[in-house]
T-cell receptor, first 115, second 112 residues
Framework: AQKVTQAQTEISVVEKEDVTLDCVYE???????LFWYKQPPSGELVFLIR??????QNEISGRYSWNFQKSTSSFNFTITASQVVDSAVYFC????????????FGTGTRLQVFP | EPEVTQTPSHQVTQMGQEVILRCVPI?????FYWYRQILGQKVEFLVS????????KSEIFDDQFSVERPDGSNFTLKIRSTKLEDSAMYFC??????????FGEGSRLTVL
């Protein structure tokens, strides 16, 4: 069965701190996709990244970076030098090859960045 | 400009009433999706719609729910007789060429 676990319910940091959001997934498929979405207080879901299971290279996009490790079934997300605008709920999600657009979401991690 | 526009942004309805939520993608796509998020909880898949037919649906998507594309552009989710537990944010989504799933801004449904 597929499952996404985001063990951190809520994280609070002070601006400029680095913060890592954990994501652990379970799947029997060898081909799958991992996603991160940001949900700011306004409620929309903002796409951040999609990574397929064959690409284990870490990705960096500005202050955001992602660490994909198949050996530990983890896809962690790090925000460097956090800003107040980063305050949001962040969701990790998984989809499998058979239905790549049917996402299974984790329960989300609420990040609060204080000035 | 959002790639997917949803209306209404918020609807309040009485239990037992019918509700129609609408989604208008900016560009032509064949695949559409509806997801639901009960307040404070995770996002859940409801249904996928391909070429004017349901391709997959979840256990949540029971007989009270239906989807259609009535005029070739709007994509609607209908809840026939709303229940209190239908109160949630409903997201329409489409897939970009890169396989990225883009969500609309959501329609918040409140059932009283």
């Amino acid at each position: 069965a597929q499952k996404v676990t985001q063990a951190q319910t809520e994280i609070s940091v002070v601006e400029k701190e680095d913060v890592t959001l954990d994501c652990v997934y379970e799947t029997r498929d060898t081909t799958y996709y991992l996603f991160w979405y940001k949900q700011p207080p306004s409620g929309e879901l903002v796409f951040l990244i999609r990574r397929n299971s064959f690409d284990e290279q870490n990705e960096i996009s500005g202050r955001y970076s992602w660490n994909f490790q198949k050996s530990t079934s983890s896809f962690n997300f790090t925000i460097t030098a956090s800003q107040v605008v980063d305050s949001a709920v962040y969701f990790c999600a998984l989809s499998e090859a058979e239905n790549t657009d049917k996402l299974i979401f984790g329960t989300g991690t609420r990040l609060q960045v204080f000035p | 400009e959002p790639e997917v526009t949803q209306t209404p942004s918020h609807q309040v309805t009485q239990m037992g009433q019918e509700v129609i939520l609408r989604c208008v993608p900016i560009s032509n796509h064949l695949y559409f999706y509806w997801y639901r998020q009960i307040l404070g909880q995770k996002v859940e898949f409801l249904v996928s719609f391909y070429n004017n037919e349901i391709s997959e649906k979840s256990e949540i998507f029971d007989d009270q729910f239906s989807v259609e594309r009535p005029d070739g552009s709007n994509f609607t989710l209908k809840i026939r007789s709303t229940k209190l537990e239908d109160s949630a944010m409903y997201f329409c989504a489409k897939v970009d060429r890169g396989g990225e799933l883009f969500f609309g801004e959501g329609s918040r449904l409140t059932v009283l």
